[in-house]
């Protein structure tokens, strides 16, 4: 169900598909969070892909009601999904194709062993935009076993998510809604701003100056530029 499908194994054969995989499956969404596990037991990771399915099926509860028992869990209308990495090293080669400087590519993996697991949260326009519910709760119930090493913003194929004002009186629901998740982001410690060169904004922990990042951008207090 869902991301089960996605989880990428070790395959030194395979590495070119598997980067190409990873790659098709971030294009997809508007916002995926790269999480390292802080603990080796695989309890949290099987306790947040609960989570996961559970906020997904409880969504199509509310709009299919009693009639969710002849919805099959595949056509469900997704609010997260997620990836389960078997190589950390193909988010460098993903992170590095796209023009990010090496530096900050490799702080995705500062720490990790070749073969610890990697799991990527994706998050839908659904659920980006019309709720702020799943972050909140990760960042109050995993974040103690899970670090948030960053977030790739899918801006040129979802611009909405560049444009998020800091809300005010005359901001809808829906902006407070998207500002609340990027709120939430700032608080895993998600703040320094690159651009990669197809677009994508990947947020990373802050980074020292550096004149080796040219593509680097600032966070400004209204949007994202």
Do not use: W
């Not at 997809?28 to 695989?42: C, Q």
């Not at 078997?86 to 400087?101: C, E, I, R, V």
């Not at 709720?131 to 790739?152: D, N, P, Q, T, V």
């Amino acid at each position: 169900m869902l991301g089960l499908q996605n989880r990428l194994k070790a395959d030194p054969f395979g590495d070119n598909r598997d980067l190409k995989n990873i790659s098709a499956k971030i294009s997809e969404f508007p916002v995926s969070i790269i999480l390292r596990t802080e603990s080796v037991a695989s309890i949290p990771i099987k306790e947040l892909v609960n989570f996961i399915e559970q906020t997904n099926k409880e969504y199509n509860i509310n709009i299919y009601g009693k009639r969710i028992n002849c919805i099959d869990p595949n056509d469900y209308q997704l609010l997260q999904d997620y990836s389960i990495l078997k190589k950390p090293s193909l988010l460098t080669k993903y992170f590095t194709n796209g023009g990010l400087n090496k530096k900050i590519a490799f702080t995705f993996l500062y720490g990790m062993q070749e073969h610890q697991e990697v799991f990527v949260i994706h998050m839908t326009e659904l659920g980006f935009r019309k709720s702020s519910f799943f972050l909140h709760e990760f960042s109050s119930k995993f974040a103690k076993y899970f670090k948030a090493s960053g977030c790739i913003l899918n801006a040129p194929k979802f611009p909405v998510i560049t444009l998020v004002k800091r809300p005010n009186d005359s901001t809808t629901n829906e902006d407070k809604i998207m500002a609340d998740n990027l709120y939430t982001l700032a608080t895993l410690g998600l703040v320094h701003v690159t651009k990669m060169q197809n677009g994508n904004l990947v947020l990373t922990h802050k980074q020292a100056e550096s004149r080796d990042t040219p593509h680097e951008i600032k966070l400004q207090s209204k949007r994202l530029v």
